[in-house]
């Protein structure tokens, strides 16, 4: 069995769960490529309905969360208590932690990724996603991130923090929206370094991988490339006067 094949069979192993045991079921924290694997075995879950849910709208890290489809409920109330946040907070005087300052506190620690969804970081610390079960043993045991002592409270997900984007408009033209032609201005790559990435697994379009640099891309699309960052597609309108498309690009930075 592959490792996408054991992935699959876990996602559905939580589907069978939920349609014979008529009660909502949920997998862990999946990546974009375990999100996609979800979404496809999602949609021929016969007496389920399916949804992915990472705690807030731009979620990178996400849940497959189940549902038996003739129960009479929302989404809200499916996901009620599914998720806490760990609020972690610095000293008044400390640098600045990074993501990968405070996941690499977490891994060492012991945690499993699939436990832990998005690590919003702030100037003055962290809110991170988790699951409910790991909520104790982190606020007894997670007392340093780098070198930095901190402390931690958990909070509800209704009070999650999220850090103001910072962020830039690209305005540029293109033979096609296709993908690979977004993902190049983008992130200002070449053509083919683009399309090898798509090909790679490293982008997602709205939460979930694609794989197809040919992939038509739509207005308001969310496009994350691993190890570039995040830009939408806010625009597409017009023709330069070689026939080229103008759009307009917001990238985080």
Same mark, same amino acid.
């Given at each position: ?12 192993? *939580? ?14 924290? #999946? ?51 599914? #998720? ?29 990724? *699939? ?28 007392? *340093? ?109």
């Amino acid at each position: 069995m592959t490792k996408d094949e054991l992935i699959t069979a876990k996602i559905e192993d *939580r589907i069978a769960q939920c349609r014979d045991g008529y009660y909502v079921t949920s997998t862990g924290f #999946l990546d974009t490529h375990e999100q996609a694997l979800a979404v496809a075995a999602g949609r021929h879950a016969a007496g389920v309905r399916t949804f992915m849910y990472g705690g807030y709208d731009d979620a990178e890290r996400r849940m497959l969360v189940c549902v038996p489809r003739d129960i009479p409920m929302g989404d809200e109330e499916a996901t009620e208590g599914l #998720l806490t946040v760990l609020r972690v907070k610095l000293p008044a005087i400390s640098r600045e932690l990074s993501h990968r300052d405070y996941l690499g506190s977490l891994l060492g620690l012991g945690i499993e990724r *699939r436990l832990t969804g998005d690590i919003l970081v702030r100037s003055d610390g962290a809110d991170i996603l988790i699951v409910p079960g790991i909520a104790e043993f982190l606020l007894n045991e997670l007392h *340093r991130v780098g070198s930095v002592e901190v402390k931690t409270e958990t909070a509800p997900v209704e009070t999650l923090i999220v850090p103001e984007a910072r962020t830039e408009y690209i305005r540029d033209s293109v033979s096609s929206i296709r993908l690979d032609s977004i993902i190049s201005s983008a992130f200002r790559l070449s053509r083919g370094k683009a399309s090898e990435a798509i090909r790679k697994g490293l982008v997602s379009v709205d939460h979930v991988e694609c794989l197809k640099p040919d992939a038509a891309v739509n207005e308001g699309a969310s496009l994350v490339m691993k190890g570039k960052g995040k830009a939408v597609l806010e625009g597409t309108g017009g023709e330069s006067k070689k026939g080229r498309i103008r759009i307009i690009i917001k990238k985080y930075i």
